[in-house]
């Protein structure tokens, strides 16, 4: 078992260093470098999570330490599929925020733990990543939004559709439908509702109302001035929803 | 002139900036609960019962978020009439009208859904024994049995009960519940959900030593034995933490006698009663089930069901038009 958790520490140490090594390369251009590294990082991250399903006789997405280092790889993973249609500002600025989830993970005292019986279904390990894969999705169409800023400020005679920013925001509000879906079914087998007065499914109806307003956006002539804007306050949001809702409220999802 | 009005109610500007004002009054709501705990339970269903008694300024945002739902819901409800219309006489971009057409059914749908089980639904709690408990609704329910399983630090891996329900018809059917599990009644509209159980001591065996005869000996129902009756009043835990059993001895020609039994084979001079010159020890423990459950109705089930179909059908248009857009 020891040896098993020394495994587990020396893999997310060297996935974190690895990412950090391709967010390096990626500054100066080493992409050939760059993606080999990331590719270091998955292996890494797979040895983490395949050790702890094995401790946990689970899926690992049950604590603090597995979620953000989830949220991390998806988030990574999201940078890899769209690095052609995005800047490598901005696909460096995405792996940052996945440096920062994955360093975060060493903030906390890492204990294995067992599942509690509640979230012993499988509709709680579809449920969590799908709903990360939505925040990662909305988080490149954020950081898509910030660097668009600049274009805001220079162009009066209007903002350009910015396709990508939607088509982000499409696919993450398909996976957040999803995991929404998926945890409905799981409230109502294990405490009878599938919505609650909790500030986590409170603030994911927000988030997944947001998006979905904001995928009207591009038809609202009067509004398409606020997409830029809109789309940066959603990570905001994203970070409540996430964070926020998981350390400083009295959720039953607080870490 | 209808359709002018249709229109005009489901102005998608308007739509917009509604879905914006439900967001803040949303968020606003998150605040006020996490800043009144004592106002507010944590985790509760949703109950909308619960912010009408009585209605307090506190409860502001719920008021209000009632009000911009309900707008919000208008203009969706124009606004997805205003596509069905449009659907007919338009030839290209079919796909994400219907794309839309589904999503928005699926939220009118879910928000239908929250008012109905909001007003009319309710849950409960109860704690189930061998004893028929009645749950309003399902009929008498008893707990037949209970069993947990356990990680190998000893944290709690499941509870799993067994239990017969007699329906308010007579039917008596039986139910095995677990975590996850619930027991379903009335196509779904009714649940059983286990929170919690265990076997807790409701009775003794006694051995009788001269001949070996056990005797089952449970709160209440004494047992006939050497010319007299032997009634176990109950099983309590003393000071110390042993389990203590306290029996009355009747016999026609004496005086009612209390006695005293430690329940633990360990303690040799007191888990024994002597009655009529014979001894009678402990052997071990009568156990029965103790199940704690959440009783909850929701009579939206079959909105929420039907939603949850057009949001998956939408959801697959959605899929499939996304991949499109990707080439």
């Avoid at chain 2, 002018?4 to 998150?30: D, T």
């Avoid at chain 2, 016999?251 to 006698?257: F, N, V």
Wanted: glycine share 8%.
């Amino acid at each position: 078992m020891s040896e098993l958790e020394s495994i587990i520490g020396f893999s997310i140490t060297a996935a974190t260093a690895s990412l950090g090594v391709a967010i390096l390369l990626s500054m100066f251009n080493r992409r050939g470098e760059a993606t080999l590294s990331l590719v270091l990082f998955s292996c890494f991250s797979l040895v983490f999570f395949g050790i702890r399903a094995y401790l946990k006789d689970f899926f690992p997405f049950t604590d603090k330490v597995e979620s953000f280092m989830t949220l991390s790889v998806l988030i990574a993973l999201c940078g890899m599929i769209y690095r052609d249609k995005v800047s490598n500002k901005e696909f460096i600025t995405l792996l940052l925020l996945a440096l920062a989830a994955a360093l975060t993970t060493f903030v906390f005292t890492d204990h294995i733990r067992y599942p509690t019986a509640y979230l012993r279904t499988i509709w709680y390990p579809i449920h969590v990543p799908f709903s990360f894969a939505a925040y990662a999705y909305w988080f490149l169409a954020g950081i898509n939004a910030i660097f668009a800023i600049r274009t805001l400020r220079g162009n009066s005679g209007g903002i350009q559709d910015r396709p990508l920013i939607t088509q982000l925001n499409r696919n993450g509000f398909i996976f957040f439908t999803l995991a929404m879906l998926f945890g409905g079914i799981w409230g109502y087998l294990a405490w009878g509702a599938y919505f609650m007065w909790d500030p986590k499914i409170l603030w994911s109806v927000i988030l997944w109302l947001y998006y979905g307003n904001l995928l009207h956006i591009d038809n609202l002539p009067h509004f398409r001035k606020w997409k830029i804007p809109l789309y940066t306050i959603g990570m905001i949001l994203i970070m409540i929803t996430f964070v926020g809702t998981g350390f400083f409220t009295r959720s039953i999802h607080k870490f | 002139m209808i359709y002018r009005i249709i229109e005009i109610l489901g102005n998608r500007h308007a739509g917009f900036i509604l879905c914006l004002i439900v967001v803040i009054n949303l968020a606003a709501g998150s605040l006020v609960m996490n800043m009144n705990p004592e106002i507010y339970p944590p985790f509760f269903p949703f109950d909308l019962k619960f912010f009408f008694q009585p209605t307090i300024s506190v409860h502001w945002w719920l008021y209000l978020l009632l009000v911009t739902f309900s707008l919000f819901a208008i203009n969706m409800v124009a606004c997805f009439i205003e596509s069905l219309v449009r659907i007919r006489t338009t030839t290209t971009g079919r796909l994400r009208l219907f794309i839309g057409i589904f999503i928005h059914a699926a939220l009118i749908l879910t928000m239908a859904a929250h008012i109905h089980d909001g007003f009319y639904g309710n849950s409960g709690q109860a704690t189930l024994s061998p004893e028929p408990t009645r749950i309003t609704g399902i009929g008498y329910v008893n707990a037949l049995s209970v069993h947990s399983t356990h990680h190998p630090d000893g944290s709690l891996k499941d509870t799993e009960a067994t239990l017969k329900i007699v329906r308010s018809d007579g039917q008596s059917i039986g139910k095995r519940i677990a975590y996850n599990e619930p027991a379903t009644f009335d196509s779904g509209k009714r649940e059983i959900i286990i929170q919690g159980g265990d076997k807790r001591p409701a009775g003794v065996v006694l051995i009788r030593k001269s001949d070996g005869k056990t005797f089952d000996m449970m709160p209440y129902q004494p047992q006939q034995m050497n010319n007299g009756r032997l009634t176990l009043k109950g099983v309590y835990q003393s000071q110390m933490g042993v389990l203590i059993a306290q029996f009355v001895w009747e016999k026609i020609s004496e005086q009612p006698q209390l006695l005293t039994m430690a329940l633990h084979n360990g303690m040799v001079r007191h888990n024994k009663i002597n009655i009529a010159n014979e001894v009678l020890g402990y052997k071990k423990m009568l156990e029965v089930p103790v199940v704690a459950v959440m009783t909850r109705y929701n009579p939206a089930i079959p909105i929420i069901l039907l939603s949850l179909l057009v949001a998956t059908i939408g959801t697959a248009l959605q899929i499939h038009y996304a991949r499109t857009q990707s080439k």
